[in-house]
């Protein structure tokens, strides 16, 4: 799947994006996970996709500090860089895909030196997806 923002592009792999959706399509509620970002010429891809240990509602999605820790230690175990782990992205059921007070409050404490890509989707296929840039300067490509 691609998503373009003037000359910038943001790629999902097939396999990363048919994860995403058969999470969506079977979770309950909410779900989310985290992602590896590779920079290629004229924007990103994201390669590989990651559903860590979490709590979900209907309403909420939740990955505790621990499963995170889990889950960059066993992306350096499995030879990864930790610090390619650019990519979060979470379901709104059955809502709207927009970007919630949460999820930006979310996106807003992500400890990233560059940029970070966030994700939100909804069981009916509707994506919208933002690239946040922390450096030189702060912008929201959304």
Known sequence: ???????LCVYLSIEANEMIEHWID?????????????E?????????VFLPEQSCSGANTEVEPEALAKLLMGLEESGLEPSKL??????HGDMEVFWSGTDRQTIEGISSEDYFISLVANKRGDYRVRVDIFRPARLVLD
């Open 1 to 7: 799947m691609k998503f373009l923002y003037g000359d």
């Open 26 to 38: 079977i979770a309950n509620g909410e779900v989310s996970g985290f992602g590896i970002v590779e």
């Open 40 to 48: 290629i010429e004229g924007g990103f891809l994201v390669s590989k």
């Open 86 to 91: 650019k990519f979060w992205f979470h379901s």
